[in-house]
């Protein structure tokens, strides 16, 4: 028998995965990748040699594809965080938002048909408040043959969310999650519980991961907007990067469009407030990930991995930043 994941050997929602493979009479196994998780740890396989069933590790390639493909369940396992994928797409002047008015989308139907498939791989879909308000997105998978749509969180620091927004209106498809602050304005959190939002309260984004991770979440989508983007990245929570670079050019900052690096107009940066706060807004610089033994492996801001490729008319840049 050959496995992607050691054979569990703790009973869950389903029975153990040795007792059936020692049932089988099977007299040998091949695993791909080891089970981090608390729970496995190795146990399975050690049943199994008890059990006079020859078992092997695969080597090499073998390995490494195998821990690729089950990302999101080995950090979960290792952080009790979810896998964090963004997603960004510019045109080729640097803009990320399109002018008022016109589609929100930058990159081509090609794209787009992608990023849905890749929202409904996912458990969660995040976004920022401020995309929320420029665009009332829905935030579903609309996508042939989808399973289960997945939820949808918001980081709203104010507890600002429109009561009349898609998110709100379409519960009956998935839930919607509003990751707030403790200083939120306690009638905003009420009505928006009344609304049949669920309302998570974290001052920092690594509180808030955990949060979605105690949910359940083991994957989530980060789509919009740059400043959340940015949250992320300093608070060093962003595990994948996928990028499209669209060929047109959206002009100037004068249209209303924004930058990667910052919003157009209003204060400047050093006194505007981020969506959210991340971790080293409180004085504490992310630990480098070399020096945590919970982090993925990995040199900070250097990806292990990156390829590009082409979807439709845009290039798609794919980055890995951690491995677990």
Known sequence: MYVTLEPCAHEGRQPRCVDAILEAGIGRVVIASDDPSEKASGRGPGMLRDGEVKVEFAPGEEATAARLLNQPFRKHARTGMPLVTLKLAISLDGQTTTPEGASPWISGAKSQELVHRWRAESDAIAVGIGTVLADNPLLTARTPAVHRQPARVAFDRQARLPLDSQLLQTLDQSPVLVVAAQDSDPSRLTALRNAGAEI????????ALSDLGRRGITSLFLEGGATLAAAFD??????EVRTFVAPILLGGLASGSRRFEGEAGGAPPAQRRPVFRPDASRGQSPTPQ???????RGTPGLPLHHAIKSIGKDALITARFKEW
């Not at 998570?200 to 509180?207: C, P």
């Not at 070399?290 to 993925?296: L, Y």
């Open 200 to 207: 998570l309260v974290a001052d920092d984004i690594s509180a």
């Open 234 to 239: 300093e608070a060093a929570q962003i595990d």
């Open 290 to 296: 070399a020096k945590n033994p919970a982090s993925g």
